[in-house]
């Protein structure tokens, strides 16, 4: 890692990219127990199954591979270690992926399941909010 200054918007990218990587690392734990067939489901995919479905669970599965996908750009992003060199195409992946985490905000907000749209809401909101701050410096 590298250091910080701290007089500068680097920290504040680094920090923003950490909270992003930690808590995809516990949704990607959450997708991986659903896929298992956890009951967790009213949490996830609009809440109308306590254990998903196989189209489903197949579905946590296709998202843990989008949510890697996604800490490789963010981490490219800031810097913390280069995977995707810098450039145009990591800087419009990282604003798709910042238009990816609103929409979630949305999705979940209207979920017809309190328990997924109390969780997911604040969690979207709390990612899209780091995305912007990585996307920004």
């Known amino acids: 890692i590298k250091e910080c200054d701290w007089s500068s918007d680097v920290c504040s990218s680094d920090l923003a990219t950490i909270a992003t990587i930690l808590i995809i690392t516990i949704l990607c734990t959450f997708q991986i127990l659903l896929a298992y ?29 989008i949510y890697l996908a996604i800490a490789v750009c963010l981490v490219s992003k800031s810097g913390l270690y280069q995977i995707i060199p810098k450039g145009k195409l990591l800087d419009t992946l990282v604003w798709i992926i910042l238009a990816y985490f609103i929409l979630g905000i949305f999705l979940n907000a209207i979920s017809p399941n309190k328990s997924e749209r109390y969780t997911m809401t604040p969690i979207a909101i709390i990612l899209a909010i780091c995305v912007l701050i990585i996307a920004i410096t």
């Open 37 to 65: 067939g956890k009951p967790f489901g009213e949490f996830a995919w609009g809440g109308q199954h306590k254990v998903l479905p196989k189209k489903l669970r197949v579905a946590s599965i296709l998202s843990i591979f």
